[in-house]
């Protein structure tokens, strides 16, 4: 009896085992959750049960792991979501040549290349790159909707590879993107890319911020400093297009690719929006980027180099009337080497492209310290910066 009761005991406890694995089992399929994890999530605003927002139809709940197909159906739609909110700001660039018959004289146009822009504000400014509408004649914007206009060129910076167009269309038809910040950037940050490669419409690419304070070379031969590098997929018909963040903010404007092939191989540039939006500024204001100067023409650096200077930049003129005249800085005479200026309120100044990209940092009327060598004795001499116009 005694080992019939015992064999009786043990069923009654498997049973109540297995009724509450299968009880949990069907509770984890159903999306339900059991009492432990409702006192981890339930009572924890700061944790969302995600599980809740999948359709009862989603296909992915077919196909393996709910929890894990979760995750990436919440990460598809965030990307979507991005996609949908900031590919109305993203316009494509086309342009074109006017060239002469050498026989009849006649006039026609040829197409010259395509790029990509975005939309600035409400009153038709389009940023793209300069060298999209570099050598072109003529510019179409072509919205998001299909509608094309003609655009006018309001002004470009070689040195930092930008350009304003404007078009004329009604207001309703412009939605300016969403701009945010490039100075707390960090590696590893999810970034997406929008523009039109190859001129296939409006493409998307993702990646992450790969590197920070990169150094690319402009059209103009001034190196852009400060460039956000990515693995973005970025191609030829990109450029001019938004870099964006995970809010769907600017970030850059994607600028340039490093491939031997000419086709992204995982490093794509971005001038940084801090930049954009100093340089734009001036450029709807001015028709020109406006900088801070002294006033003088300095010597090549391969000449500096020749004459023995490694370091430094030598001033080869001084303009009458200049900030630089005004300090009394001196030029290159005959006789006498001119002011070799090594800083800038402690920044080292190396060469020609460092006192460009230091004098960047001020506005007209800032005064500031400079380093100089005259007769082999360093000097400190104040200068008052004047606008380059």
Do not use: C
């Not at 072509?142 to 350009?163: F, H, I, N, P, W």
Request: glycine letters at 10%.
């Amino acid at each position: 009896m005694k080992r019939i009761g015992l064999y009786f005991l043990f069923i009654l406890i498997g049973s109540a085992i297995g009724v509450s694995w299968s009880s949990g089992r069907l509770n984890a399929l159903l999306g339900k959750s059991t009492p432990a994890e409702e006192k981890i999530s339930g009572n924890n605003p700061g944790i969302k049960n995600i599980e809740s927002s999948i359709p009862s139809t989603d296909p992915y709940l077919d196909n393996g792991d709910a929890k894990s197909l979760n995750f990436i159906y919440e990460y598809e739609k965030g990307v979507e979501y991005l996609f949908s909110i900031s590919s109305p700001s993203v316009v494509y660039i086309t342009t074109s040549s006017y060239k002469q018959d050498y026989w009849s004289r006649d006039v026609y146009e040829v197409p010259s290349g395509t790029g990509s822009g975005f939309i600035w504000d409400t009153e038709g400014h389009i940023i793209t790159n300069f060298h999209v509408i570099n050598g072109a004649d003529k510019a179409e914007v072509t919205l998001s909707d299909r509608t094309s206009y003609s655009a006018d060129l309001v002004g470009y910076s070689k040195e930092k590879d930008l350009a304003v167009l404007k078009i004329k269309t009604p207001q309703k038809k412009l939605k300016p993107i969403k701009t945010g910040k490039s100075t707390n950037l960090r590696v590893g940050q999810f970034v997406l890319a929008i523009g039109n490669p190859f001129g296939l419409d409006y493409t998307l690419t993702t990646g992450v911020i790969s590197a920070l304070d990169r150094e690319i070379q402009s059209q103009s031969g001034v190196p852009i400093r400060d460039i956000i590098q990515t693995d973005a997929a970025i191609n030829p018909g990109n450029s001019g297009g938004p870099l964006l963040n995970s809010s769907g903010e600017l970030i850059g404007v994607n600028t340039a690719i490093y491939s031997p092939s000419g086709g992204s191989s995982g490093i794509g540039f971005a001038i940084p929006v801090d930049v954009v939006r100093w340089v734009v500024s001036d450029i709807m204001k001015y028709g020109e980027v406006r900088r801070a100067v002294i006033g003088v023409s300095t010597v090549r650096d391969y000449n500096a180099r020749a004459f023995g200077i490694d370091k430094g930049v030598i001033i080869y003129s001084v303009y009458q009337g200049s900030a630089a005249a005004k300090a009394g800085l001196k030029g290159t005479t005959k006789s006498n080497l001119g002011d070799i200026i090594t800083g800038i309120n402690g920044s080292a100044v190396k060469n020609n492209a460092d006192l460009i990209l230091t004098l960047e940092k001020y506005k007209a009327g800032d005064k500031v310290q400079f380093t100089i060598l005259r007769d082999n004795k360093e000097l400190k001499v104040p200068v008052v910066l004047q606008s380059s116009n």
